[in-house]
């Protein structure tokens, strides 16, 4: 089994993705816009027609994926707790390197801490209104 998360966006979930890729790296898997979709049964308004149906984006071996919501079904709330996308880093310094990265520009809730044992984690919402948790662990 596994779980991906999937985010709503107002129409910038391509501009969110190219800033997750320049932080995770990879390339995307897919990238599907509403105007490929398009169906005399399904018709897409102009305003909704570049926008992101699906975008797949593979991170170490899991997968990120979002999309636009497209104006006839309302604006997403970003302020409200929507979703956390959680990192689980391999050590303390990808783990500062990726809160960092992600944190710019957004907002933290938690800052990264480091305990005595070793393990770190930190809470925040990024400039998107995604919120994230990054978080290291010795002993797994």
Same mark, same amino acid.
């Given at each position: ?47 909704? $027609?570049? +926008? *992101? ?6 991170? !170490?071996?899991?997968? /990120? ?5 497209? =104006? ?22 990808? $783990?500062? +390197? *990726? ?6 520009? !957004?907002?933290?809730? /938690? ?5 005595? =044992? ?23």
């Amino acid at each position: 089994m596994t779980i991906n998360p999937w985010i709503n966006f107002n129409g910038n979930a391509e501009e969110a993705f190219t800033f997750y890729q320049s932080v995770f790296g990879g390339e995307f898997s897919k990238i599907i816009r509403f105007k490929e979709i398009a169906t005399p049964e399904f018709p897409v308004a102009e305003v909704d $027609a570049r +926008k *992101i149906m699906k975008i797949v984006l593979p991170v !170490g071996g899991n997968t /990120l994926v979002g999309n636009d919501v497209p =104006e006839f079904m309302g604006k997403v709330n970003e302020n409200e707790n929507r979703s956390k996308i959680q990192v689980a880093a391999n050590d303390i310094d990808e $783990a500062e +390197k *990726i809160f960092n990265a992600l944190s710019e520009g !957004g907002q933290v809730e /938690l800052p990264l801490d480091v305990s005595s =044992e070793g393990a770190a984690f930190g809470m925040f919402r990024d400039k998107y209104g995604i919120e994230w948790v990054v978080e290291f662990d010795p002993s797994t």
